[in-house]
């Protein structure tokens, strides 16, 4: 393959925020799908947990898009987002798992970003690759609302599967990774990316990238964070992004450009700020 879903995925995926009465605000991470509509007209859509949007009290969040200019310097740009008509929820929410879907209309390079339906992991791919237990994959994700650097791109983290078995994902919904989750990751992609991959009792390597899921919660034993990570798996966010075109008369949402107080720098770097839009399970 010509493509590195790495760089691809950090390029698709983006901050969601909301300021709070309080000075603090709610964070979590999105990525955007590109997937035409029925009749062909091209489509951008911004996938997250949907407990980021319900901590979102307010009609508008904002979602951090980064600009290269002409010289090739990235800066932070975040837009306005309206998620709510009133009490009404503009997303589009999975029937029984914590994902949601929103199409929005992206600035044009932006939307360029986004990856294509068909990078995410079918029914068959994990027992396709023969994966399980101890595989490493990568998780995307703005912990604590901290970014990888003033731009607003999203830190990069890695962890191994730690639970079995893994499919059918009608089954088995979810699957574990060790690894530390903290408020603001919630939605972000989890992925394989594998340049030579054997599988067991094969003499033969190959290429192996997918996105797997998204992270949407994390364990906790009476009030222990056992740091562990709870993916959702890809075919719930394929059901997810189908469900839009079932929805008479969704609405497109426009994101217009947001200029929060202290410049675009200042939403990009307040960490100790985040308020936690990430969901808790209790292990039993």
Known sequence: MAWDLSVDLIQATVQLEQPLGDGSRTVGTGFLIEDPTPDGRPRTILVTAAHVFDKMPSASAKIGYRIQSA?????????????????????????????????????????????????????????????????????????????????????????????????PASVFPTFLMDFSVFPGNSGGPVFMAEGARRRPGS????????????????????????????????????ETVALLDKTAGAPLIQAKPATPPGGATQAAGQAAAAVSATAVAIAR
Do not use: C
């Not at 209309?105 to 939307?111: L, R, S």
């Not at 994966?131 to 990069?156: H, T």
């Open 71 to 167: 010289d090739g310097v990235w800066r932070y740009d975040p837009h306005t987002l309206k998620i709510r008509d009133g009490d009404h929820p503009l997303w589009t929410k999975h029937p029984s798992r914590d994902v949601a879907a929103i199409e929005v209309e992206a600035p044009p390079e932006f939307a360029k970003a986004a990856i294509p339906l068909a990078w995410l992991a079918q029914d068959d791919t994990f027992n396709k690759y023969g994966l399980g237990p101890g595989d490493e994959m990568m998780a995307l994700g703005f912990p604590r609302g901290l970014s990888a650097n003033p731009a607003g791109f999203p830190i990069l983290r890695s962890g191994r599967v730690a639970s079995y078995p893994l499919a």
């Open 203 to 238: 003499a033969e390597s190959q290429e192996v990238q997918f996105v797997a899921g998204m992270l949407t919660q994390q364990v906790e034993l009476s009030g222990e964070r056992l740091e562990i990570g709870i993916v959702t798996h890809a075919k719930y966010i394929r």
